[in-house]
């Protein structure tokens, strides 16, 4: 059940795009690239566009808004044939993007700011999860309550840097020192390492994945701090991609991406009070357990309602803040700028 996730993964991943977006930029935006974004004969109320979805991995929990969306037929309200597809590799949403050779991803906020930095012309149009899924899980048997507590015992991460920033982070915030609390690299075997008593606690899993399979697996709940609580700024964890240029130069694709926005996030509120049901298209749509979507489906549905905002919107001054957190933690050399890389213009409502 553990992924190897493109979260925080680094510009590295997104450098050998950048010349074959320079050479796609010049060519007309309307094009779609091959996508077939937009291409529903025109702008009139009734013609459907086709727009195909590049998922950030392969349908699961934090997709349920997108979905219920589809199974309830909201997409096709708003006049939108979507074509959802699965990557081979979870970091290359965005380039996909930047490309055009899809119309719309999902990805990561932190992808963004990583996006910025290698020049790709993406930009979010609606936050998915909107606050931060990974956290500093702790085993049951520890019966922790506050990071204090967390002295003399060993932690497991990914190795992904940002999982590094994430764990100096959490040192400062605890007033710990790293070798009150040393860390050890466990790869993606971070749940085995909890459950095999190799660490007592692990940075790069999700709260609504990793610590749902701790405790179906060990019968016990473990303590879960997100990043927010360990004084990383908050964040949303999976984001709506759109192009840039595209956005600027192509009215139908423009008006196809505000009407899939439009059918998100009615899907996500109508996901939200219908957790049984969302449930229950996870199991038909997704290939992890029944158990596991059992808990996972109505966890990650509260987890959005959490965010204390409308569904899609966007927080600009968050989005700062976290950014100026990466470059802080030298996951970023360009000065982080949210406005430029984020937008609230094509939600259906003002935020």
Known sequence: MNRAPARLLGAAALTSAVALVAACSSSPASSGGGSGGGSGGGSGGS?????????????????????????KGYFTREHVNVTLRTPSNAADPIKLVGLNKVDLAVSYESEM?????????VTAVATIIP????????APKDHVTSLAQMKGKKIGITGIPSDGAIYATFLKAAGLKAAQVPSVNVGFNLVPSVLAGKVDGIIG??????????????????????????????YA??????????????KTYA???REFVKALVDGTKAAVADPSGSTTIMLKESQYKPQF?????????????????????????????FGDWMKTNKLIH??????????????????
């Not at 727009?51 to 199974?71: F, K, R």
């Open 237 to 250: 964890e999976l984001v709506l991609v759109a192009n840039r240029n595209r956005l600027a130069t192509d």
């Open 205 to 234: 899993g999700y709260r609504n994945v990793e610590a749902i399979q701790i405790a179906q697996e060990s019968g016990q709940k473990p303590a879960v701090f997100p990043a927010s609580a360990l004084g990383v700024p908050s």
């Open 47 to 71: 013609a459907v566009a086709n727009l195909s979805v590049e998922l950030d991995w392969v349908p699961n929990p934090d997709h349920v808004g997108i979905y219920y969306a589809q199974d």
């Open 113 to 121: 700011y990583f996006g910025l930095q290698e020049g790709l012309p």
């Open 131 to 138: 606050v931060p899924l990974n956290s500093l899980i702790v």
């Open 255 to 257: 008006k196809a991406v």
């Open 293 to 321: 979507l059992e808990a996972s489906v109505p966890f990650t549905l509260k987890l959005i309602a959490m965010g204390g905002q409308k569904p899609g919107c966007i927080n600009e001054a968050a989005w700062q803040s």
């Open 334 to 351: 360009v000065t982080p700028d949210a406005a430029s890389i984020s937008t609230d213009k094509y939600l259906p409502y003002s935020c």
